[in-house]
C-alpha cells in the first residue's frame, strides 16, 4: 500500500470515531494541514467524507453507500435480515448478526430496538473475541488451531469487573459455551449491557452467530436462557436459507 493510500485509510478511520477539524486530521496522519487538505480532497470528491457547517469532517454518505453494496454481496447479511428483524419484534430487544470474516469476527447485521440505550456495536466493526456472546458461540466450535491462532491477536483488555482478561479463563469459558450450546457476555464490555448468543447450525456453510441484548442493570440469566428457544429457531431458518442459495 502507497503512503497516501495508507494515510486516507488513516483518515477514514480517524473519521469513524467521530467528526474530526483539518488539524486534528494533519495532526493524526503526521502532515501540515495544507497537505492534509490535498490528501483529502479526492475522498470529498467522491462523497467518501464531507464538510460540514461546523467546518468539522465526517464520513460521507457515498461510504455508507458502499458499505451496504459489500453487505448485500455477503450471502449471510441477505439471507438473515428479515429473521433478525422478526426475532427482534419478537424479543422486544437488540439482535446482533456476527461472522467469521478472514481472521476476525466482524458485526454483519444489527437490528437496534427503540426501546433500547445505543450501544458501542457497529456493522463492520470487529467484534472483542473475549467479551462478547457472538465471538464466544463461534470460537468455541472452531477448529483449535483456528480458535488458537484468533485468541493470540486478544489483548485482553478489561472493560468492566466483569471481563476476561486472560486467556486460560477464556478457554474455560469456551469449553463451557460448547458444552451448553449457548454464550453469555453478562456485563462484561459495557455495564448494563447483557447479552446471550447461540452460533448458526453449521450446515449454514458459515461460521456465524447470533445474539440478543438486554439493558438491565443487573443480568437475569434465566430470563437470558428463557431466550434460547427462539435464537434457534432464528439461527436454524437462517441457515436453511443460505442452503438454499447455495
Not at 62 to 74: I, K
Request: proline share 4%; charged share 20%.
Amino acid at each position: 500500500m502507497s503512503t497516501t493510500v495508507a494515510k486516507a485509510v488513516l483518515v477514514l478511520h480517524q473519521l469513524a470515531d467521530g467528526p474530526r477539524s483539518l488539524s486534528a486530521l494533519a495532526d493524526a496522519v503526521g502532515v501540515h494541514s495544507s497537505t492534509a487538505l490535498r490528501m483529502i480532497q479526492p475522498l470529498l470528491a467522491d462523497g467518501l467524507i464531507a464538510r460540514g457547517g461546523d467546518g468539522k469532517y465526517r464520513l460521507g454518505l457515498r461510504l455508507a453507500e458502499l458499505g451496504q453494496q459489500a453487505l448485500d454481496n455477503v450471502d449471510l447479511h441477505g439471507a438473515a435480515h428479515g429473521h433478525l428483524l422478526e426475532l427482534a419484534e419478537d424479543v422486544g430487544a437488540t439482535v446482533h448478526l456476527a461472522q467469521l470474516i478472514d481472521d476476525a469476527i466482524v458485526y454483519v447485521d444489527k437490528i437496534e430496538h427503540p426501546a433500547t440505550m445505543r450501544m458501542w456495536s457497529r456493522v463492520g466493526r470487529a467484534v472483542p473475541l473475549h467479551t462478547s456472546s457472538v465471538s464466544k458461540a463461534i470460537l468455541a466450535r472452531l477448529e483449535p488451531e483456528l480458535r488458537d491462532r484468533l485468541i493470540a491477536r486478544c489483548g485482553f483488555e478489561q472493560h468492566t469487573d466483569e471481563t476476561i482478561t486472560t486467556r486460560e479463563a477464556l478457554l474455560a469459558e469456551l469449553r463451557v459455551t460448547a458444552d451448553r450450546g449457548y454464550a453469555t457476555d453478562l456485563g462484561e464490555f459495557e455495564p448494563l449491557v447483557h447479552c446471550i448468543g447461540i452460533p448458526v447450525p453449521q450446515s449454514s456453510g458459515v461460521d456465524a452467530a447470533v445474539s440478543v441484548t438486554t439493558i438491565q442493570a443487573s443480568p437475569d440469566v434465566d430470563a437470558l436462557r428463557g431466550l434460547v428457544p427462539r435464537l434457534a429457531t432464528a439461527a436454524t431458518a437462517i441457515a436453511a436459507d443460505l442452503g438454499h442459495r447455495g
